[in-house]
T-cell receptor, first 116, second 113 residues
Framework: KNQVEQSPQSLIILEGKNCTLQ??????????LRWYKQDTGRGPVSLTI?????NTKSNGRYTATLDADTKQSSLHITASQLSDSASYIC???????????????FGAGTRLAVHP | KAGVTQTPRYLIKTRGQQVTLSCSPI?????VSWYQQTPGQGLQFLFE???????NKGNFPGRFSGRQFSNSRSEMNVSTLELGDSALYLC????????????FGPGTRLTVT
């Protein structure tokens, strides 16, 4: 079954600390993996898109890693800020070459709270 | 460049009614996707349109339909509304399909009573 699982479900950290969010997937065939940040009441904003050949990709204080062999990804946030408080969603794109519909499969998200 | 816009932002409907939501993509983007987000189910993919044709479809009943116009603007229609359709409906646009980055709009909050 094609699934995306994220951990932890929620996380509280102090401002200035680092944290790592996890994403495990069983999606096949795999096309790319995306991390989104969603502030409360707003639409998601893309942080990174990674294909199977990419191991690491950074976007400012956000660094995503991908291990396509173990089907695991992580999002590392460095020197957290209060504005990092949001939900972080891992999404895997499943592409079908033999017809049928391609599909985005979403994780449930990790809710991060950064406290002063 | 203006972002993705969605109208209306908030909507209250009664069970059994139908509703139409609108999405205007970023200028130059030809793909529009629709998503439903609820606290219990998270984000779920509804469908994707590219050049006025539906290219991808999620696992939603036929009550959910959409279309895309020649200017890439898209509409989503939900007929015979149910209480469980209460959700945030998000639209995202991208230049192309598959590996292209998506940009989300602010969403339409639909409440069904």
């Amino acid at each position: 079954k094609n699934q995306v699982e994220q951990s932890p479900q929620s996380l509280i950290i102090l401002e200035g600390k680092n944290c790592t969010l996890q994403c495990n997937y069983t999606v096949s065939p795999f096309s790319n993996l995306r991390w989104y940040k969603q502030d409360t009441g707003r639409g998601p904003v893309s942080l990174t898109i990674m294909t199977f050949s990419e191991n690491t990709k950074s976007n400012g204080r956000y660094t995503a890693t991908l291990d396509a062999d173990t089907k695991q990804s992580s999002l590392h946030i460095t020197a957290s800020q209060l504005s990092d408080s949001a939900s972080y969603i891992c999404v895997v794109f499943r592409i079908l070459f033999s017809g049928g519909y391609n599909k985005l499969i979403f994780g449930a998200g990790t809710r991060l709270a950064v406290h002063p | 460049k203006a972002g993705v816009t969605q109208t209306p932002r908030y909507l209250i409907k009664t069970r059994g009614q139908q509703v139409t939501l609108s999405c205007s993509p970023i200028s130059g983007h030809r793909s529009v996707s629709w998503y439903q987000q609820t606290p219990g189910q998270g984000l779920q993919f509804l469908f994707e349109y590219f050049s006025e044709t539906q290219r991808n479809k999620g696992n939603f009943p036929g009550r959910f339909s959409g279309r895309q116009f020649s200017n890439s603007r898209s509409e989503m229609n939900v007929s015979t509304l149910e209480l469980g359709d209460s959700a945030l409906y998000l639209c995202a646009s991208s230049w192309g399909l598959a590996n292209y980055e998506q940009y989300f709009g602010p969403g339409t909050r639909l409440t069904v009573t």
